[in-house]
């Protein structure tokens, strides 16, 4: 069956922004020390695709044995987010990631991101391309809960689906919903899906090829 529907995730797969958030989580606990700092940016670069809310609870709440509320995890977003949304902006864009969108009408468009759903849509106006995509679909719910939500809402099989990421979360999303995958090779994903034979690419330049590939 045709690949009609194409789930985007956003950072190092449209946009070279992956080093943004990793500086941004080192800055926000370098007062804890340069160790504890380095600890967070460890763990952040190995769950890159989970959402910042989770780390949040396992940063400040396990490591920092702090009182996790619903507010404090709203003040720490807040602050993260003032940190990175002007970064993402004027990040450069995943080569060929442009061209691939401007060419690629027959395809139906959604973002599904580790960035706040109220965060990626501002960010994704910012940058010209909200018009690219149906719709952008964030954090705080996870990555499979959108995935599984598109195929019910837009009554999708799930072998005309698929999803283009760079973390194993966005690996995991696909496979638990059934559809294929497509991995952005980056340096950090080299290091993580070592194992990985499935659907690859360098960058965007090679999108239309490997879609025609898999359509047979």
């Given at each position: 069956m045709k690949k009609?529907?194409?789930l985007f995730d956003f950072d190092g797969v449209l946009a070279e922004s992956v080093d943004i958030k990793t500086e941004a989580f080192r800055k926000m606990y370098m007062s804890y020390g340069e160790e504890f700092a380095q600890r967070v940016v460890d763990f952040h670069v190995a769950n890159g695709g989970v959402s910042r809310y989770e780390k949040f609870k396992i940063?400040?709440?396990q490591w920092l044995g702090?009182?996790?509320t619903s507010k404090k995890?709203?003040?720490l977003a807040n602050i993260f987010s003032n940190l990175v949304v002007d970064g993402v902006v004027n990040a450069e864009e995943v080569k060929g990631a442009k061209e691939f969108l401007d060419?690629?009408?027959e395809y139906v468009k959604f973002i599904i991101t580790g960035t706040p759903t109220v965060e990626?849509?501002?960010?994704?106006k910012k940058r010209g391309m909200n018009h690219y995509f149906k719709e952008?679909?964030?954090?705080?719910?996870k990555k499979g809960f959108w995935v599984k939500y598109i195929l019910k809402m837009e009554n999708i099989k799930p072998d005309e689906c698929v999803f283009i990421g760079d973390a194993l979360a966005d690996y995991n999303a696909a496979t638990e919903n059934n559809i294929d995958f497509i991995?952005?090779?980056?340096d950090l994903a080299a290091k993580l899906f070592k194992d990985y034979k499935g659907y690859a690419l360098k960058d965007m330049t090679g999108m239309h090829a490997l879609l025609n590939k898999m359509n047979g």
């Open positions: 009609k529907y194409l940063f400040n709440g702090e009182e996790i995890i709203d003040d060419s690629s009408s990626i849509k501002p960010i994704l952008a679909f964030g954090s705080p719910e991995l952005r090779e980056t």
